[in-house]
């Protein structure tokens, strides 16, 4: 003889459904509901569908939203309070009287000015012919990170 347990919103749950989806959820806390209905399916513990099993869980107070990190998404980024405090390096690849160079340039975070740039015809260490020149003055042999923390090395002749 079967009865029906009163769940306000579900009509026709028999004794024991609504505590054995709990139960199995309980076993099996990290299983989202949708893969915990399969689940459940397979063992023959009930067969309902998705929805009643969110609803269920939703309403026993089991099934939250996911509680990631915040994400700092629009949160900006924080600009240097002087020049030489932060640079940052851009390589682009450009066209000139039909020949392709790369156009490495480091800019200086706090004025966007171009600290020092370099034109190559590849991406290869020195010995390669190259034009290179600084917006202020020479950069000697100094080593800086970039934004992402990875070194970039500066050498001037």
Not at 3 to 12: A, E, H, L, M, Q
Not at 118 to 137: C, F, I, P, V, Y
Request: aromatic fraction near 8%; proline fraction near 3%.
């Amino acid at each position: 003889m079967s009865t029906t347990v009163g769940f306000p919103g579900i009509s026709g749950w028999k004794g024991g459904e609504k505590e054995a989806i709990i139960g199995f959820h309980l076993q099996n806390p990290l299983e989202g509901y949708r893969r915990l209905t399969f689940m459940m399916l397979d063992a023959e513990v009930v067969a309902v569908s998705p929805a009643s099993v969110s609803r269920v869980l939703q309403q026993a107070g089991l099934r939250s939203r996911w509680k990631g990190k915040r994400s700092r998404k629009g949160t900006g980024f924080e600009q240097p309070l002087q020049p030489h405090q932060h640079w940052h390096i851009d390589v682009s690849y450009i066209t000139l009287s039909g020949t392709f160079y790369y156009l490495c340039s480091v800019l200086d975070g706090y004025s966007r000015s171009i600290v020092h740039w370099d034109l190559r015809e590849s991406m290869k260490e020195a010995g390669d012919r190259s034009h290179s020149g600084t917006s202020q003055g020479e950069v000697h042999g100094s080593e800086t990170q970039d934004h992402l923390g990875q070194r970039a090395a500066v050498h001037r002749a």
